[in-house]
């Protein structure tokens, strides 16, 4: 699950960087914007993942098992 998450991140600063240069070249319309909106809602994806619960464990480390 680690590696997910790691996948998330990096696409997110992928997406952020890409809206970055849209913006600059062709002008803030709303495909960069979007790309933005998209990275901040794979982050907080993430961060909610890797919080941890009472338990103790992040919902990306728990066993669903139980």
Known sequence: MTFILSIMVLSSFAL?????????????SIKPVLM??????????AAL???????GLAPAEADFKN
């Open 49 to 55: 993942l890797s919080i941890p619960n009472e338990r």
């Open 16 to 28: 952020l960087a890409g809206a970055i240069f849209l913006g600059r070249r062709d002008g803030w």
């Open 36 to 45: 933005m909106v998209l990275a901040v809602v794979i982050l907080g994806n």
